[in-house]
């Protein structure tokens, strides 16, 4: 309890220096403005959205294979804040993208995939919702957190190869392409989300605990 | 009895029940029909579109389809029956997989057909190559539907849950299989999109096996 409320503080602080450094503290871009800033939403909700569902695979693959309850609510949990995060994501990117592409969505490699994936965990979270008894339900949201992961990298090739207006990312080995005051900004956000992410985890995978031991 | 032979009897039984009934087939060619047809009519029938309006409608049918060849062993209560049969439960979906496959590649020969009349794209000089790349398709769609299939037997809705869960899996077997039948209309290939349709086939068709058995498990 005592961790759990340290956690939800240091979420708290960093989010607030975040909101410092990336709106007031960081530079306007030399192209795109005061627009930039929203990246400083944008990109910490992507990557704690794919770091949720990697989490999500790795507890349901626990799951299937060890059927400890434990690895369940963990997987129940990062689904369900994948999915919000994911759809975080999608909004901020839209409201990123009117401004500087001059267009709401479009059909770029990523926008596509992220869509995807928020479709399939949601149909995870559709299907344990919708089964008939929860440990079965657990199993085949399990089932389809699998497969749906193993399925990001061919579905993000393929609609690449399908039809590629998404900017190259910023941060790639070998060479920056960001100033370094906004990588500090985006570091700081990317870090903040990560550990709010990782308080609503362990806050939301304790209530899933509690829940099923008032069901048993 | 050997795995083989175990899978064989129960795409043979799928087979025989839908032969006799001929309800799962007549259904999803009636969907792919009217995709076709209301496609073509919307969009306009210019011979470059007939790609993507064949695996539009492959897709739906599909979903139409596939929830259907576990339908009869719940109607039937004979699913008991099924998973109490002596052997590996993996059998189950190889067979149930053979059943799909064999239905869906029957359904593909009579949309190129209505494809060719409609679309006046030229099927038969490509036959081979366009029944080959649908037939790769295929396969990766019945991988990942007999699992689905499976998978929303207890599930409430489950006719409503399957296009939310196949039409995403399965978008890599619909974007592949429409640029392929592109190509091969303009009389070339892509080694690209090959590599795609049967990297998914390959990665589907090894592990939805396994999590088949996790999905029967009666616990």
């Not at chain 1, 699998?146 to 190259?168: A, E, K, M, N």
């Not at chain 2, 057909?113 to 409609?118: E, I, K, P, S, T």
């Not at chain 2, 296009?163 to 299989?177: D, R």
Request: aromatic content about 10%; proline content about 4%.
């Amino acid at each position: 309890m005592k961790a759990q409320t340290a956690l939800g503080a240091a979420a708290v602080l960093l989010l607030a220096t975040a909101v410092y450094t990336s709106l007031l503290a960081s530079p306007p871009d030399a192209f795109q403005g005061e627009y930039v800033r929203i990246m400083y939403a944008h990109v910490p909700n992507a990557g704690v959205a794919y770091l949720a569902f990697a989490i999500t695979f790795v507890t349901s693959v626990l799951y299937v294979w060890k059927r400890r309850p434990d690895y369940d609510y963990i997987a129940l949990s990062a689904t369900e804040l994948g999915v919000l995060f994911t759809g975080l994501a999608l909004v901020t990117g839209s409201i990123w993208g009117r401004p500087v592409w001059g267009t709401w969505w479009t059909w770029d490699a990523r926008l596509v995939t992220t869509a995807v994936l928020f479709l399939i965990y949601s149909g995870a979270l559709l299907v344990r919702g919708l089964s008939d008894d929860p440990q079965r339900g657990a199993r085949l949201a399990a089932v389809i957190a699998i497969i749906g992961f193993l399925d990001v990298p061919v579905i993000h090739y393929s609609v690449v190869w399908f039809r590629t207006l998404h900017q190259p990312a910023s941060i790639a080995p070998g060479s920056l392409k960001i100033a370094p005051p906004m990588l500090v900004a985006l570091m700081l956000s990317l870090l903040a989300f990560t550990v709010l992410f990782a308080y609503l985890l362990r806050l939301r995978t304790r209530l899933a605990r509690l829940e099923a031991g008032v069901e048993l | 009895m050997n795995g083989v032979l175990r899978a064989a009897a129960v795409a043979r039984k799928d087979l025989l029940m839908e032969w006799r009934g001929r309800q799962t087939i007549t259904a999803t060619g009636m969907v792919a029909l009217l995709m076709i047809l209301l496609l073509g009519f919307v969009l306009g029938s210019e011979p470059g579109r007939a790609a993507a309006v064949l695996w539009v409608a492959l897709g739906f049918a599909a979903v139409v389809g596939i929830p259907r060849i576990t339908q009869s062993e719940v109607e039937q209560q004979a699913l008991e029956a099924l998973l109490l049969y002596p052997g590996s439960r993996e059998h189950l979906y190889w067979g149930k997989g053979a059943a799909l496959f064999i239905m869906l590649s029957a359904l593909l020969v009579a949309l190129l057909l209505l494809l060719g009349v409609l679309f006046s794209v030229d099927v038969w000089t490509h036959v081979g190559a366009l029944l080959g790349v649908g037939m790769l398709g295929i396969v990766g769609l019945s991988a990942i539907g007999t699992l689905l299939a499976a998978l929303v037997l207890h599930v409430r809705g489950r006719e409503l849950l399957m296009p939310l869960l196949l039409l995403p899996l399965a978008l890599p077997v619909v974007l592949g299989g429409v640029r392929l039948t592109e190509t091969i209309l303009a009389g070339t290939t892509s080694a690209l999109w090959i590599l795609v349709l049967v990297a998914f086939d390959l990665v589907y068709l090894l592990v939805c096996p396994i999590l088949f058995e996790v999905v029967m498990d009666e616990a």
